[in-house]
């Protein structure tokens, strides 16, 4: 488990104010259709939300970014040399340590892959496969985290408060809780490996 340990693991996802990806269904009788009771206003585009983006290793929570707009390659390298990278530097002081994004347009920018070049002799990227099951442990972090947010009291009144809850779910998140998803990594790997990309039990 020690390469794992040595891993920063990246990435960005978009909490919304509502959800807007689920069905709705809604037993009626004859003549109901139209009847207030039985019908359901749809908010547009989840009524807003907002773009996170953060890091973390084995060692310690990393920082956490609200992107404002969206992630383009100029702005993702703002956030790797001014938040990713003194991470790095204080979780990993030796140099021996490993950043892990995917393959997002602006992760694999000529601006921000330059960048990286600069820097190998502080940190190594990792290099990720296209099309390959996500198996970045980041992804269980968002998981828990909407799940906190829904056991709050919805809907959030505006943008700042969904920010703000947000923040603070982070903050807290339990050492413990991630460490675990780092040393699942052991296991999920050589599992993905023998189902040669399908589907694992892990």
Not at 4 to 29: N, P, Q, T
Not at 145 to 173: C, F, V
Not at 186 to 200: D, E, I, N, Q
């Amino acid at each position: 488990m020690g390469e794992w340990k040595r891993v920063a693991w990246s990435d960005e996802y978009r909490f919304l104010i509502y959800h807007v990806d689920g069905r709705v269904r809604v037993r009626r009788l004859p003549g109901e259709k139209l009847l207030p009771s039985c019908t359901e206003s749809h908010t547009q585009a989840g009524g807003g939300g907002i773009m996170i983006w953060g890091t973390f290793s084995w060692a310690a929570l990393g920082p956490v970014v609200v992107v404002e707009q969206t992630m383009k390659a100029a702005n993702y390298l703002n956030i790797i040399a001014d938040q990713m990278h003194p991470y790095m530097a204080f979780v990993f002081p030796t140099g021996n340590g490993n950043f892990q994004q995917d393959n997002a347009p602006c992760h694999k920018a000529w601006i921000v892959l330059e960048w990286f070049e600069e820097h190998t002799d502080e940190f190594h990227l990792i290099s990720w496969p296209p099309n390959s099951p996500d198996l970045n442990p980041k992804e269980h972090i968002w998981d828990v985290m909407e799940q906190q947010l829904g056991a709050q009291t919805p809907p959030y009144p505006n943008i700042s408060t969904l920010r703000d809850s947000y923040l603070d779910i982070w903050y807290n998140l339990s050492l413990v809780m991630y460490q675990k998803l780092v040393a699942s990594m052991s296991r999920l790997v050589p599992s993905l490996l023998k189902a040669k990309g399908g589907v694992t039990r892990s």
